[in-house]
């Protein structure tokens, strides 16, 4: 428990996770209003469509949580005053997944409401309880996001590094191995984001799947198996942390 | 009391600590001598747990640092000023580690005032000099109350005031029984400061004693002692300075 305060002192404490929950929720949102406002495009958004890019953020955030601590040597100072080294890491993932997970939530929200304030008179609600799946969905997808960033961050300690390869994944490697033909549909199924997107839009008209074979489980399916590889991650990270030097 | 024993820690090539036993007893103030590159700092670092020795094991209080109870309120360390985030303020910083330490929240006030830093506590620690974050790692050091501490180079950047409270400060702090630590480049704070020593070199126990019986029957001064000691293992050796137009 005082390594959980401690987390939450330190995360609360410095401005930058303010920062980056509001860019995370603008970003959902933003694009909401903005497509809404130009009826002309023939686009009604139901205000779950951009949740990725405040999952972008979100991942960054939770990643630098912990490159932050490497790079200032407070990993330390915290090793010392917690020295079960899983205690004091699994204190900062439940601390940086809780507040991604409030952040998810309310960007899930603020884009769903943005839809429904702008577009008061289409009917948002004949799409079934697929949205509110992805809205509230939401605060799951990037508190679970926020568990594998610090994974990352936890095994590689340097900013550039977890950044590169997180951001790189989600935008480059993941479309890329999804694009490929065979391969794609034989692997690009089972990748991470690809499962927490097909949790948050399965149902939906768009975007829909693109992999011919469908994706090998259900939406919820797909949330445990994203969870899993989250848990999975961490536990090596855990792993590697308890064996190497401060 | 510190007890290290058969202390043995390699990165990759370099052996940095080879074999090393000394003992640390309460009371007193320990000077921790050597060359750069002795070892100093790592053995610090695996006394505290945070780096992991290939062999032998060092204790505090008979534990490893790993089996404390409670950790800060056993042992306070100051091993690298940089040690705090730049944008957080002396204050919040003291505060999430006496939080983490499961420390009373009033120990953070009490220890800022120890070190004469409540003026600035709610400045970042960015604006710090280094003789002020030398203070605010002691600050951290000293925030459990503990009986065993340890402090890396504690004295670099203070102004000459703050080098004469931190000796005052240790002194008494072995009067009380406690087990201090300390190592240091500045022989002549050293000679004032501590008064048993051990010197290591290329990461081996050189001497163990006090000051007067490492000095020999002459009272030679501690850096003649030291460079006594330390002649045959020194890492990095100056050459003579020649000049360009000599060549």
């Known amino acids: ?246 | 009391m510190i007890e290290v024993r058969a202390l043995r820690k390699r990165y990759r090539s370099t052996l940095a600590v080879d074999d090393l036993t000394f003992t640390v007893r309460p009371g007193a103030v320990t000077g921790f001598l050597g060359p750069n590159g002795a070892g100093k700092s790592t053995t610090m670092r695996m006394i505290l747990g945070l780096d992991r020795p290939c062999a032998g094991e060092a204790l505090i209080a008979g534990r490893r640092y790993a089996q404390l109870e409670h950790p800060l309120r056993a042992v306070g360390a100051l091993l690298d000023v940089g040690w705090v985030h730049p944008r957080q303020s002396a204050r919040a910083h003291l505060r999430w580690l006496a939080r983490a330490g499961g420390l009373p929240a009033g120990r953070v006030a009490d220890v800022l005032g120890t070190v004469g830093l409540t003026a600035v506590a709610d400045q970042p620690a960015r604006t710090f000099s280094l003789g002020m974050r030398q203070r605010l790692g002691i600050a951290a050091a000293l925030l459990g109350d503990p009986a065993v501490l340890l402090f890396d180079e504690p004295v670099n950047g203070l102004d000459p005031e703050g080098v004469r409270w931190f000796r005052t400060l240790v002194q008494s702090m072995a009067a009380e029984g406690r087990t201090v630590l300390v190592s240091s480049h500045l022989l002549a704070e050293m000679a004032l400061t501590a008064t048993e020593l051990v010197v290591i070199g290329r990461g081996r126990l050189v001497a163990q004693g006090s000051l007067t019986e490492l000095a020999g029957p002459q009272g030679a001064s501690l850096e003649e002692t030291y460079l006594r000691l330390t002649g045959q293992s020194v890492e990095y050796v100056s050459g003579e300075y020649v000049s360009g137009e000599a060549a």
């Open chain 1, 1 to 246: 428990m005082n390594a959980i305060a401690a987390e939450r002192s330190k995360l609360l404490s410095s401005r930058s996770i303010w920062w980056c929950a509001g860019l995370s929720v603008l970003l959902v949102a933003g694009p909401v209003g903005l497509i809404a406002a130009v009826p002309e495009s023939g686009w009604q958004p139901d205000g779950t469509e951009f949740l990725t890019l405040g999952q972008l953020v979100v991942l960054a955030l939770a990643a630098l949580t912990v490159t932050g601590e490497y790079r200032h040597g407070t990993i330390r100072v915290t090793f010392l005053a917690v020295p079960n080294r899983t205690t004091a890491l699994l204190a900062k993932t439940v601390v940086v997944a809780l507040a991604s997970g409030v952040v998810g939530l309310i960007a899930g929200l603020a884009g769903r409401g943005t839809a429904w304030l702008m577009q008061p008179d289409t009917g948002l609600a004949e799409l079934g309880s697929g949205p509110w799946r992805a809205v509230a969905g939401s605060a799951a997808v990037f508190a679970l996001s926020a568990v594998l960033a610090v994974a990352v961050a936890i095994l590689l300690r340097s900013t550039a590094g977890s950044l590169s390869l997180l951001l790189g994944w989600v935008l480059v490697i993941e479309p890329v191995v999804a694009s490929l033909p065979r391969v794609g549909d034989d692997t690009g199924r089972w990748l991470p984001f690809a499962n927490a997107d097909h949790f948050l839009y399965a149902g939906l008209p768009e975007p829909g799947s693109i992999f011919d074979a469908g994706m090998p489980f259900g939406p919820w399916g797909a949330l445990v198996y994203f969870a899993g590889i989250a848990a999975a991650l961490l536990m090596a990270a855990l792993w590697v942390a308890n064996r190497r030097d401060a």
